[in-house]
């Protein structure tokens, strides 16, 4: 479908962009793109024929249309990334492809995983439920920003050579290409270089990754790469890269959830379990057939890709265009609310922390105990009242959270945003951090 539409017209990003493209309710302010992303009418259009083709003839579809279907589309995916198309499937989301590793994984006495302490939240939770259900155990290395790149990268590499030290068997380093709160970048390529170097399995979490920043993963080669591609990519909800290289295939026994793919391990006597999707013979490797049905979902989201691609091409202009407008409206959206809140970006002192399409700025609240203070221990409570009211109250929403004793916000820039958006949200929550240094969040729930 996606190759014989006629073509798309270039069209400029902000406002006309929003009108002629995205969905959105005429008085919602979208500034937080980044948390679940959104997609063009063209790829709503993609999405809804792909559902009324499965619903048409269910059985067709799903047994003999939908594979090659996928298979195109992990082929568009793989060249747009440069990739093998046998080392790319697709996942729901990144919380997926980061538990199929480290639940295929055998875990041991002694070994340790290496977390950043800026980690995803669920990425660390799998971590502690593997530390309760297996001898594993973490090393979580603190992080407060704005840290510098070349002491963040010296600490990693002294992380896992303490724990060596200490007699660990460091199995596996997890780490983002850009962390969520605080969106900022990460040198993940260095950090990959370091695992390489320390022979520690490296597994990068490209959440905020295609679509957001290059991100040249046949340069550096990670041993496992994941990235959203609802989230930056204008790809229907959910959908994710999952990126297991030749070499490491082996290492990847199982999805999740074990569906037909999998190939259990021959035991005498026992007889091949039997497939109900009746499939074919088929050239694929084992890595890429094990994904491609797992259990019964809307595949119609990774059945996208081709399409978002073209409207990237045609519609935008391509990535370049795409990423400068982005970086742009993030850095100057940034600049406008420090000066309205009377505070600060988050930058390091190698500027290389806002080499994203977001940037992180001081919210005017005052930590503490005294009078128009937030007592730290409210920081959680502070925080949600901030963000639902800017839901409930303005339409429109900008995360609120705490790091190194600040409180932030988050902005992302994209192509259907201009500046006076930032500025209309920036303004609303300045009043809503008056009204909760006067404690107007204890008042009431939302």
């Known amino acids: 479908m996606a190759s014989t539409n006629p073509p798309l017209e270039l069209c400029h990003f902000g406002q006309p962009m929003r009108d002629k493209h995205f969905s959105f309710a005429p008085t919602y302010g979208p500034l937080n793109h980044g948390s679940f992303g959104t997609y063009p009418k063209s790829v709503r259009d ?29 082929k ?32 041991e006495e002694g070994d340790v995983i290496v977390l950043l302490s800026t980690v995803y939240g669920s990425v660390e939770k799998t971590v502690k439920h593997l530390e309760e259900t ?23 590499h002294d992380a896992i050579k303490g724990a060596k030290v200490e007699g660990k068997n ?21 950090l990959v270089a370091i695992c390489k170097a320390e022979s520690v399995l490296s597994l990068v979490d490209g959440a905020h990754g295609v679509g957001c920043i290059d991100v040249p993963i046949a340069k550096i080669q990670p041993d496992f790469f994941t990235s959203n591609l609802h989230k930056w990519l204008y790809v229907p909800r959910g959908c994710a890269v999952f990126y297991v290289p030749k070499r490491n295939q082996h290492l990847i026994r199982t999805s999740l959830p074990t569906s037909h793919g999998y190939h259990p391990l021959p035991r005498d006597g026992e007889k091949e379990i039997f497939n109900p999707l009746m499939t074919a013979a088929s050239r694929k490797s084992k ?46 959206a940034g600049k406008h609310a420090a000066v309205i809140f009377g505070t ?44 639902a009211r800017m839901a409930n109250e303005y339409d429109t929403y900008l995360p609120a959270f705490f790091h190194a004793g600040i409180f932030w916000t988050r902005l992302g820039g994209q192509i259907y945003l201009e500046l006076e958006d930032f500025l209309v949200g920036v303004k609303a929550m300045k009043t809503l951090c008056e009204r909760a240094s006067k404690g107007e969040y204890l008042q009431a729930s939302s």
């Open 46 to 74: 993609r999405l809804r024929y792909c559902q009324d083709l499965a619903e048409a003839r269910p059985d067709t579809f799903v047994r003999f249309q939908y594979p090659d279907m996928l298979d195109t589309n992990r």
């Open 76 to 107: 568009a995916l793989a060249d747009f990334l440069s990739l093998p198309v046998d080392e790319v499937v697709f996942v729901p989301n990144v919380t997926t492809a980061v538990n199929v590793v480290l639940r295929n994984l055998k875990f």
């Open 287 to 332: 890595f890429e057939l094990l994904f491609e049905f797992v259990a019964t979902i809307d595949v119609s989201n990774y059945l996208c890709i081709e399409e978002a691609l073209r409207f990237r091409r045609e519609a935008c202009g391509g990535e370049e265009e795409i990423l400068k407008y982005c970086m742009n409206l993030s850095n100057e």
């Open 134 to 156: 297996t001898p594993v155990k973490t090393v979580n290395m603190t992080v407060q920003y704005p840290i510098n790149d070349n002491s963040l990268v010296e600490r990693f």
């Open 344 to 387: 600060k970006v988050m930058e390091n002192a190698d500027a290389t922390l806002m080499g994203c399409p977001m940037s992180n700025v001081g919210l005017p609240l005052k930590v503490g105990d005294g009078q128009g203070e937030i007592p730290e221990k409210d920081m959680y409570e502070a925080a949600r009242w901030l963000t």
């Open 170 to 190: 460091v199995r596996l380093a997890s780490f983002d290409t850009v962390s969520s709160l605080p969106g900022v970048m990460v040198p993940w390529e260095r």
